[in-house]
């Protein structure tokens, strides 16, 4: 079953090129626009040179009927004939276009009726009511059809599909209107066949030129957007077979949305890759650091289990170092997971925002009580009381403590430690300054790693564990602030926090973000299936 269900998933899933779905949309699309266009062309053509026809074959029609309309009966070949031109005539019984009598000057033209019955294009035929032939040229004269009024105009096809058009019209006496005969003209239209044939020829080799060259065309331009699509899919494949791949979308050089894309992409996988160290950071360091409290809680319990329990100062020394260890594992795992916090401040506290002022005065003033031995001051130059910056409130307290919390550890006879803050244009910045044995030039380097301690000794006696300095300035940089140390070696240390400052438009769009975020919450807590699932 699973195979079958694999089998499925597999063929529902079957890849289509995006080029070939691109470039066959962009091909119908031009292929169906030639033909709407082609066709409107061919069209008006059509239309415009089947006017001019029709155009040309009333006019043989109505000159032929100017010349019968003035016969009193019903039309017969000798009054047809008679009403019909001398040059006319002549040509019907087979006699030159021209008489001898007749100025040479003169055009063979001249006559309308003859220039009309000499049009290769035109075959004309009179009827009687009869329907009797009482005139026509060519070898092969036009039908007539039943036709009820005045005048009819028909195109037709012949057996090599070009068009013929027929016109039949009534012929009556001017005076009487009385209904003497019809005159049919059939128009081989030979000009307009050719002109539709080559039309009809140009627009479909038109067609197919501009449909091939819109598929090359779009062709290129979709292979030019895909080839990074397909950069960013190969990658994405290589980082999801190995998350430890150092694999990178390389630059694409577009400067458009593409290339936004691609950075974005290799920020997104920078970010999964640091989190991916942190965790590998996180469980290597708890595993080291639990090593030895676990060891010396074994050893005692060992102890005890042999031959301690019998012994009661053993066994009170053993119970009280398990639970001093059990102590400093409890911390070392608060200040681990705060420590992973601090990594991931983006994601927990993105809209955060703190008054500097009102944390230094109540941070200092609480750790005064706490070690009423020392004097911790605060001294305060050219900073705002309603200052903002963009932490958590309670990310500023746990850095303060810990960096005067420090300065404690490390004092000597000089049991003094200076707080002050300011700020400069975009910027504040807090100083705690202690006056203890202080750091040399190769510690200075490593106070901020995790797990080093300056004086092992001292600090594992005050039950530090190398952690807090890290957090603090995991803390800082991940406000976008920054933190460094001076010191001397028997005069003291001073730490320097920097963070820049918000502006009150700021301060707005962290407040609206942070209410729209509540808002969203407060509503997916109150969905009923939001709360089940």
């Known amino acids: 079953m699973p195979k079958a269900s694999a089998a499925s998933g597999k063929k529902e899933t079957r890849h289509v090129s995006l080029i070939v779905r691109w470039v066959s949309i962009v091909a119908m699309t031009i292929a169906v626009s030639f033909l709407v266009f082609s066709a409107v062309v061919y069209n008006t053509v059509k239309q415009e040179a089947l006017s001019q026809q029709k155009d040309t074959s009333n006019e043989v029609v109505n000159i032929l009927r100017k010349r019968l309309v003035g016969i009193d009966d019903e039309l017969e070949i000798t009054n047809v004939v008679q009403q019909l031109s001398p040059n006319t005539r002549r040509i019907l019984k087979g006699g030159p276009a021209l008489s001898q009598s007749e100025n040479s000057n003169s055009s063979v033209f001249g006559d309308t009726v003859l220039s009309t019955v000499t049009n290769p294009d035109v075959t004309v035929a009179i009827y009687n009511l009869r329907n009797e032939i009482v005139f026509h040229n060519g070898d092969s004269a036009p039908k007539l059809v039943k036709f009820t009024s005045e005048s009819k105009s028909v195109v037709k096809e012949n057996k090599k599909g070009k068009s013929i058009l027929y016109v039949y019209r009534k012929v009556r006496n001017r005076s009487t209107h009385k209904l003497t005969g019809y005159i049919v003209v059939r128009n081989q239209m030979t000009s307009y066949n050719r002109l539709i044939s080559r039309t009809l020829s140009a627009m479909l080799w038109l067609s197919l030129l501009g449909v091939s060259l819109a598929i090359l065309i779009s062709y290129l331009v979709v292979r030019n957007v895909v080839k990074p699509i397909n950069k960013m899919s190969k ?3 290589e980082v999801n077979d190995d998350p430890n791949s150092t694999a990178r979308i390389p630059e694409l050089h577009r400067n458009d949305e593409l290339e936004e894309l ?25 595993s080291h650091e639990l090593r030895t409290p676990v060891a010396v809680i074994e050893g005692h319990l060992s102890m005890l289990k042999r031959w301690g329990k019998d012994d009661p100062q053993i066994l009170e020394e053993s119970i009280d170092a398990s639970i001093s260890e059990a102590e400093r594992m409890k911390h070392l795992i608060q200040e681990m997971l705060d420590l992973t916090r601090a990594e991931q401040i983006s994601v ?30 605060l001294e305060v130059e050219d900073l705002d009381p309603d200052t903002k910056i963009q932490i958590y409130q309670g990310h500023l307290e746990q850095i303060l403590i810990i960096l005067i919390d420090n300065g404690i550890k490390y004092s000597t006879d000089r049991k003094e430690i200076a707080v002050s803050a300011g700020q400069s244009g ?12 202080g750091i040399s030039d190769e510690d200075k380097k490593k106070i901020f790693n995790r797990f080093y301690r300056v004086d092992k000794a001292r600090t594992r006696e005050k039950g530090g564990n190398g952690l807090g300095l890290s957090i603090a300035q995991k803390l800082v940089e ?7 140390v001076e010191s001397v070696l028997g005069q003291g240390s001073q730490f320097r926090i920097i963070f820049p400052v918000l502006s009150d ?29």
């Open 505 to 533: 438009e700021d301060v707005k769009r962290l407040q609206s973000r942070e209410q729209q975020k509540q808002a969203e919450e407060s509503g997916e807590s109150s969905n009923p299936q939001s709360a089940e699932s």
């Open 426 to 437: 975009q910027e504040m910045q807090i100083v705690v300054q202690d006056y203890g044995e």
């Open 262 to 286: 691609a950075l974005s992409f290799n920020m997104m996988l920078d970010r999964m890759q640091k989190y991916i160290e942190q965790q590998k950071q996180f469980v290597s360091d708890v």
């Open 235 to 237: 990658v994405a494949r």
């Open 348 to 377: 927990h506290y993105p809209n955060a925002i703190a008054e500097p002022m009102e944390v230094l005065t109540r941070v200092v003033g609480d750790m005064g009580m706490v070690h009423p031995d020392f004097k911790i001051s």
């Open 478 to 484: 991940s406000y976008h602030g920054t933190i460094d």
